[in-house]
C-alpha cells in the first residue's frame, strides 16, 4: 500500500452500537417519567465547583473522573455528597420520589 492510498482514507460515520442506545432510552424514560431531574449547574466542572461553593452547608465535593474508561470520551462531572455518596453526574440526580 502507497502513502497516497493512506491520505484517501475515508472515515464513514458509524451507527450508535446496541449499549449506546439502550443508555440513551433508558435515560429519556427517567427523565419523562420523573424519576431523574438536571441541575444544569452541575453539568460541568467549573460550574459545579461555583454551586459547590456557593452552598457550603451541603458539603459538595466535586470530581472529574472517566466513569466509562473511554479515553476518546471527556471526564464526567461526579458531585459527592458530604457521607461519600454520589449526588450528581454530569448534572443528572435522581428525584427525592425514586425507589
Known amino acids: ?17 446496541r449499549e449506546e442506545l439502550l443508555q440513551d432510552q433508558l435515560l429519556r424514560a ?7 431531574k438536571r441541575n444544569r ?16 452547608k451541603y458539603g459538595l465535593r466535586v470530581e472529574a473522573e472517566d466513569l466509562d474508561k473511554d479515553k476518546n470520551t471527556p ?3 461526579v458531585v459527592y455528597r458530604k457521607n461519600g455518596n454520589i449526588y450528581a453526574v454530569d448534572g443528572f440526580y435522581t428525584a427525592l420520589s425514586f425507589g
Open 1 to 17: 500500500m502507497e502513502i497516497d492510498e493512506l491520505y484517501d482514507f475515508v472515515t464513514i460515520p458509524r451507527n450508535p452500537t
Open 30 to 36: 427517567a427523565v419523562e417519567s420523573d424519576d431523574v
Open 41 to 56: 449547574e452541575l453539568a460541568s466542572l467549573a460550574s459545579a465547583r461555583e454551586y459547590a461553593t456557593r452552598y457550603p
Open 75 to 77: 471526564d464526567n462531572t
